[in-house]
């Protein structure tokens, strides 16, 4: 009901800029608002900045807005420095908060009482309006939340590679290869899990080492440790593999705004190899279960 309600207006409001479409445009005019702001282009963009934004600025506002990232701030700044005009791309930019515009994966959804109770819970009225807002920014972005699993045995896109990759990987090489180290690794701001204990920045670490796993199986956290490319550069159309994500965990070690670590520092790197390669072996093999990323769980009421 409420998409429906956003669309009517929309549609009264252009009909309207119809009606005056005759008139003169003033000298100067630059078809922007009183503030200088473009209006919302989308129905996503203006369900948030009336619904969403308002709630973020009462709710959330004295502990997360700043420099997202900044060293020495313990508080995730997930709102951005910007002002109220500037939450939308803060907020769309991570991952973990929106959930890959999935609200069951959403931590700005499903995060609840926290802070050692000083910060409330959402109420159900403003979760549904988070709820709302997701799913239609997911359905604008055209972002399928349920898709079909892969049947070709090789991989077409980088997606299909990855969920299939996704449907291989066991726990049980996961704890055997000891991946779940990572949460361990030390940096100058203390250990990974300290931050991204609830997935900042598109890294899941935590203590719980199957939920660990459990997690970084999902789409929108599986490309920390792992990426996708096409198996012949040249010829896409042979289709696309796996592969480890050094890369990224090696220039997020000195990335600006970033705590310094070593990322050689510690077995967690070889650990990290060592489980690939089991990975790669029940390919190979054909021992995988089936390919797709694990079903979002369901928001709690």
Same mark, same amino acid.
């Given at each position: 009901?409420?998409?429906?309600?956003?669309?009517?207006?929309? *549609?009264? #409001?252009? @009909?309207?800029?119809?009606?005056?479409? =005759?008139?003169?445009?003033?000298? &100067?005019?630059?078809?922007? +608002?009183?503030?200088?702001?473009?209006?919302?282009?989308?129905?996503?963009?203006?369900?948030?900045?009336?619904?969403?934004?308002?709630?973020?600025?009462?709710?959330?506002?004295?502990?997360?807005?700043?420099?997202?990232?900044?060293?020495?701030?313990?508080?995730?700044?997930?709102?951005?420095?910007?002002?109220?005009?500037?939450?939308?791309?803060?907020?769309?930019?991570? *991952?973990? #908060?929106? @959930?890959?515009?999935?609200?069951?994966? =959403?931590?700005?959804?499903?995060? &609840?009482?926290?802070?050692? +109770?000083?910060?409330?819970?959402?109420?159900?009225?403003?979760?549904?309006?988070?709820?709302?807002?997701?799913?239609?920014?997911?359905?604008?972005?055209?972002?399928?939340?349920?898709?079909?699993?892969?049947?070709?045995?090789?991989?077409?896109?980088?997606?299909?590679?990855?969920?299939?990759?996704?449907?291989?990987?066991?726990?049980?090489?996961?704890?055997?290869?000891?991946?779940?180290?990572?949460?361990?690794?030390?940096?100058?701001?203390?250990?990974?899990?300290?931050?991204?204990?609830?997935?900042? +920045?598109?890294?899941?670490?935590?203590?719980?080492?199957?939920?660990?796993?459990?997690?970084?199986?999902?789409?929108?956290?599986?490309?920390?440790?792992?990426?996708?490319?096409?198996?012949?550069?040249?010829?896409?159309?042979?289709?696309?593999?796996?592969?480890?994500?050094?890369?990224?965990?090696?220039?997020?070690?000195?990335?600006?705004?970033?705590?310094?670590?070593?990322?050689?520092?510690?077995?967690?790197?070889?650990?990290?190899?060592?489980?690939?390669?089991?990975?790669?072996?029940?390919?190979?093999?054909?021992?995988?279960?089936?390919?797709?990323?694990?079903?979002?769980?369901?928001?709690?009421?």
């Amino acid at each position: 009901m409420r998409l429906q309600t956003y669309l009517a207006t929309m *549609a009264l #409001v252009l @009909g309207s800029a119809a009606c005056v479409g =005759s008139l003169d445009t003033m000298t &100067g005019d630059d078809q922007m +608002g009183d503030d200088g702001i473009d209006p919302p282009t989308s129905v996503a963009r203006m369900m948030f900045d009336t619904d969403v934004a308002p709630m973020l600025t009462t709710a959330c506002g004295s502990c997360h807005v700043g420099a997202v990232d900044a060293v020495g701030d313990l508080s995730y700044n997930y709102m951005g420095a910007d002002g109220v005009t500037g939450y939308y791309n803060a907020v769309t930019m991570d *991952a973990s #908060v929106t @959930g890959g515009f999935d609200p069951g994966l =959403s931590n700005l959804v499903n995060k &609840g009482l926290h802070d050692n +109770g000083n910060a409330r819970a959402w109420s159900q009225t403003e979760k549904d309006a988070i709820t709302e807002w997701l799913l239609t920014e997911a359905d604008e972005r055209g972002i399928d939340l349920d898709p079909a699993p892969p049947v070709n045995p090789t991989p077409t896109t980088s997606r299909e590679a990855l969920a299939q990759w996704s449907g291989c990987m066991s726990v049980d090489d996961w704890l055997t290869s000891q991946v779940h180290q990572w949460a361990d690794k030390g940096s100058e701001r203390g250990q990974c899990m300290s931050c991204h204990n609830q997935g900042a +920045g598109g890294f899941y670490a935590t203590a719980d080492d199957n939920n660990m796993f459990e997690m970084n199986r999902y789409e929108i956290y599986i490309t920390t440790f792992f990426t996708a490319a096409p198996i012949n550069v040249a010829d896409p159309s042979q289709g696309y593999q796996v592969l480890l994500n050094e890369s990224k965990l090696r220039a997020k070690a000195n990335a600006v705004g970033h705590p310094a670590y070593n990322p050689d520092g510690g077995n967690q790197m070889q650990n990290l190899r060592n489980f690939y390669d089991l990975t790669k072996g029940r390919i190979t093999a054909g021992t995988c279960g089936p390919a797709g990323f694990p079903a979002a769980p369901p928001v709690t009421p």
